[in-house]
């Protein structure tokens, strides 16, 4: 269990534990409730699959029994990465509870921590047995939080589905806001996206090269390393979106107007679109984001190929980013909303 979710809902631990002996001889808990802690920062501790592993070996943990695991998208990223590879792949239940772990992270196929500087370096696909979405754990979340699971609602909808690009415009408010029934609708429609997408793009392990639900993240993934994580997922997430955006309406995939569109339905969702990361440069005096796009062509596998919108719900791939264009890219987005 995150630790955040324990401390956000501390009746939790003892009404699992109260069902849990309720159901004696139809589930029993291997070992007593484990917490891990939440952010980014349990993906980067070497130590937590460890432990998870140790405390597996020490229960005796079998092929078939079940991790279930309660938390955010890191949690979930962690847990389910000791899963994958105990004994192989064992079972895991993903009990989520940020609206981006609802709407994206714990509904997939992925898993994965993190190595050195770069994210999810070491992972594994293993679908999960099965996946609880509960609305009543979303009133808890930060502001920050909140938030976060939005990016990724804007991601998938301008490429995927301008109807829900259209139903979150009108709904920018009430999310900010924090209208639990608007955000349930957000994370269930979402989802949604994103299963139809593993379940019928004809690629849910990755095989090949077009990654259409890590649009925007070439540069996201990034500017979350090169702020130590003061940047949270899907707060660079929609940073990531404004860029390419951005770079998408210079070579007229998408029109101004559409550009600013969606820029702007991010912010009216909360959302920044602009860090001052995004202009540091390196010795070399290129843009330091621009490393992001090496590791994204490395984690593909040698070719690179990134999804941008295609007009407003569609989308295309390129295999090459210029360089120049992502300068004057960057340019104007710190022009226009620095
Ligand atoms: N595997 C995938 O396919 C995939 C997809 C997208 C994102 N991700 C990963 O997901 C991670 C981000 O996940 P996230 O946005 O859920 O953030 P998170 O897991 O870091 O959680 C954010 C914070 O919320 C706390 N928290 C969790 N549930 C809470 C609740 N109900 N009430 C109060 N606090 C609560 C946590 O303790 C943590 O402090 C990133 O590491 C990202 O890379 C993975
Ligand atoms: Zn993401």
Not at 65 to 84: K, L, M, P, S
Request: charged fraction near 25%; glycine fraction near 10%.
């Amino acid at each position: 269990m995150d630790q955040g979710v324990r401390d956000a809902h501390p009746d939790l631990p003892m009404r699992l534990t109260t069902w849990l002996t309720a159901h004696q001889g139809t589930i029993e808990l291997a070992a007593p409730i484990e917490y891990l802690p939440g952010n980014e920062f349990a993906k980067r501790h070497d130590g937590l699959v460890a432990k998870l592993v140790k405390l597996a070996y020490q229960t005796h943990f079998g092929r078939k029994d079940t991790f279930i695991a309660i938390g955010g998208g890191a949690v979930q990223d962690v847990v389910g990465y000791a899963a994958g590879i105990i004994h192989r792949g064992c079972r895991i239940i993903r009990v989520n509870t940020t609206t981006l772990s609802q709407a994206d992270a714990g509904v997939g196929v992925k898993n994965g921590v993190d190595f050195g500087s770069c994210k999810n370096f070491l992972g594994t696909f293993a679908p999960p047995f099965a996946v609880v979405n509960d609305a009543n754990f979303l009133p808890t979340l930060s502001d920050k939080d909140w938030r976060n699971g939005i990016a990724e609602a804007v991601k998938v909808a301008t490429i995927k589905d301008e109807a829900f690009l259209n139903w979150l415009w009108g709904r920018a408010d009430a999310l900010r806001m924090r209208d639990l029934d608007a955000m349930a609708e957000m994370v269930e429609r979402t989802a949604a996206l994103h299963l139809a997408h593993i379940a019928n793009a004809g690629d849910p392990f990755e095989q090949g090269s077009a990654r259409p639900l890590d649009f925007g993240h070439w540069s996201a993934h990034r500017l979350e390393a090169m702020t130590c994580y003061q940047l949270s997922h899907g707060e660079a997430v929609a940073i990531g979106i404004a860029l390419d955006m951005v770079y998408a309406s210079l070579m007229d995939l998408v029109t101004p107007s559409e550009c600013a569109r969606v820029v702007a339905l991010l912010r009216d969702c909360g959302l920044r679109v602009w860090c001052d990361e995004l202009a540091l440069r390196g010795t070399d005096g290129k843009l330091a984001v621009l490393e992001g796009l090496r590791q994204f062509r490395e984690h593909l596998g040698g070719a690179l190929c990134v999804t941008l919108p295609q007009g407003l719900g569609a989308k295309t791939e390129v295999h090459e980013m210029d360089e120049a264009r992502i300068e004057r890219a960057v340019a104007l987005l710190r022009e226009r909303y620095a």
